[in-house]
């Protein structure tokens, strides 16, 4: 299979700033040629494709790319598997899943495994691009109806009982009153953007105080960060 290059040819954005590093895993080869293009076009830089779950995981830890692109159904490993291998060995991967199915066992499984997004291959090419762009930041994407459905399962889980505390756990680091603003927000869904317009602050500084918040708690991912909030029940609040 083909692998695909742009050798650094897309183009940054406005600010000057390196053009999004992308790759797209899927097992059609002209659909998965199709999805590059179409992203290298719009100014991402494809830094690689791959048609099977083995070659995927080995090709994206040598191309180091910033999103993944990943179709679920794989031959040689599921996209699910891959999707954990990648994101377990750098957490600052994001996935955007790209899948025909729509089944909600599918997505569960998908999120659960480290994908930031999820988005049907019914999209239109416009969407495509725009959920890339989303992703890349940390924004959480789902075909319409999806996201209810992630969020849905978070407050399921977070209302199990919760396992007795470890006498000897350290104590829940300390956030500042505007990284548990930010957060309260991330837990009801609201995106970067929405943050940004809702506290009067940049998109930047929303991404600053999410990244500290990731650090001090230790988490991985901004999926993993909606768990918790929901979790202390600040989505209420």
Request: charged share 25%; aromatic share 4%.
């Amino acid at each position: 299979m083909n692998e695909w290059q742009t050798g650094g040819g897309g183009f940054g954005g406005d600010d000057g700033r390196p053009a999004i590093k992308v790759m797209v895993v899927d097992d059609h080869p002209m659909w998965r040629d199709a999805v590059a293009r179409d992203l290298a076009a719009a100014g991402f830089d494809v830094v690689a494709t791959a048609g099977d779950g083995e070659q995927a995981v080995r090709r994206a830890r040598a191309a180091g790319p910033d999103v993944l692109v990943l179709d679920l159904n794989l031959p040689a490993k599921p996209g699910v598997q891959v999707c954990k291998e990648l994101v377990g060995h750098d957490p600052s991967l994001r996935v955007l899943v790209l899948s025909a199915s729509g089944e909600h066992a599918d997505v569960l499984e998908a999120v659960k495994s480290g994908a930031t997004g999820y988005l049907l291959k019914s999209a239109s090419t416009e969407e495509l691009i725009d959920a890339v762009r989303r992703t890349a930041v940390g924004d959480p994407v789902f075909t319409p109806g999806l996201a209810g459905l992630v969020l849905g399962e978070y407050r399921r889980l977070a209302s199990e009982p919760a396992p007795a505390p470890d006498a000897d756990e350290p104590k829940a680091p300390e956030l500042t009153e505007r990284e548990t603003e930010v957060l309260r927000l991330v837990a009801k869904g609201l995106s970067y953007k929405q943050i940004a317009e809702r506290l009067v602050i940049s998109h930047r500084t929303v991404q600053n105080h999410v990244q500290n918040t990731l650090g001090k708690l230790q988490l991985h991912n901004r999926v993993e960060l909606v768990r918790y909030a929901i979790e202390r029940g600040l989505d209420d609040e």
